[in-house]
Nanobody
């Protein structure tokens, strides 16, 4: 069993930055892929980014490419999401998730454990 806890959300002005963290407990994350998803108001949950277990491979949704960066520190059992040049349309609840399989990174159905989410609000 894995428990994931996100932190770092908040209110920021457009153009600003935030860094989200996802800390894991109960099981090491060093051998699993991790992803970030978000759910905007009135929308379905969508893929934001993912990182392989080693950190060697990263994947991004089109809407965040060039602005967001995912990273991980396996020694700290933590995954990060650096969000720069934030836009009002980035306002959402952000979730981290752990994936214990080799299936498509972009599908939420392939993730086994989820955090409770952290709210990010970007004002215009």
């Amino acid at each position: 069993q894995v428990q994931l806890v996100e932190s770092g959300g908040g209110l920021v002005q457009a153009g600003g930055s935030l860094r989200l963290s996802c800390a894991a407990s109960g099981r090491t994350l060093s051998s699993v892929a991790m992803g970030w998803f978000r759910q905007r108001p009135g929308k379905e949950r969508e893929f934001v980014t993912a990182i392989s277990w080693s950190g060697a491979s990263t994947y991004y949704g089109d809407s965040v490419k060039g602005r967001f960066t995912i990273s991980r520190d396996n020694a700290k059992n933590t995954v990060y999401l650096q969000m720069n040049s934030l836009k009002p349309e980035d306002t959402a609840v952000y979730y981290c998730a752990a994936k214990y399989n080799s299936h498509n990174y972009g599908s939420e159905y392939n993730y086994d454990y989820w955090g409770q989410g952290t709210q990010v609000t970007v004002s215009s």
